[in-house]
C-alpha cells in the first residue's frame, strides 16, 4: 500500500502560480509512476500529468501543456505539480495519484484525498 497526501492548494488570481506537493509513504520502495488527476464541480475527473520512476518520461494533458511542470525528488518521496498562467477553468480537486505507464497511458493504482485549487478571474 502506498499513502499519498496532497498539500500548496488555494486560491490565486488568474495568470498566478501555484505548486502542489504530494509526500507518499508505505510501499515506496515500489519504483511506481506518479500523476495527477482533477475533477471540477459537475465535471468528470480527468487526467493532468504523470511522471515516470526516474523523471524520464512525462506526460501531460494538451490543456496544460506549456503551463504545468510535473517532477519528482525520490529521495524525499516527494512529486510535485507547478502550475503557471493559472487560468479560471484550472479550477479543481487536485488528486496525487502513484501507479505506472502502460504503452501510452499513464493508469493510477493509488490516490490521494486532493487539494483544492481555486483560480479567480
Known amino acids: 500500500q502506498v499513502q499519498l497526501v496532497e498539500s500548496g492548494g488555494g486560491l490565486v488570481q488568474a495568470g498566478g502560480s501555484l505548486r502542489l506537493s504530494c509526500v507518499a509513504s508505505?510501499?515506496?520502495?515500489?519504483?511506481?509512476?506518479m500523476g495527477w488527476f482533477r475533477q471540477a464541480p459537475g465535471k468528470e475527473r480527468e487526467f493532468v500529468a504523470a511522471?515516470?520512476?526516474?523523471?524520464?518520461?512525462?506526460s501531460y494533458t494538451d490543456s496544460v501543456k506549456g503551463r504545468f511542470t510535473i517532477s519528482r525528488d525520490n529521495a524525499k518521496t516527494t512529486m510535485y505539480l507547478q502550475m503557471s498562467s493559472l487560468k479560471p477553468e484550472d479550477t479543481a480537486v487536485y488528486y496525487c495519484?502513484?501507479?505506472?505507464?502502460?504503452?501510452?497511458?499513464?493508469?493510477?493504482?493509488?490516490w490521494g484525498q486532493g487539494t483544492q485549487v481555486t483560480v479567480s478571474s
Open positions: 495519484t502513484a501507479g505506472g505507464f502502460r504503452y501510452t497511458s499513464y493508469l493510477p493504482d493509488y
Open positions: 511522471i515516470s520512476w526516474g523523471g524520464v518520461r512525462t
Open positions: 508505505g510501499r515506496t520502495s515500489s519504483n511506481y509512476a
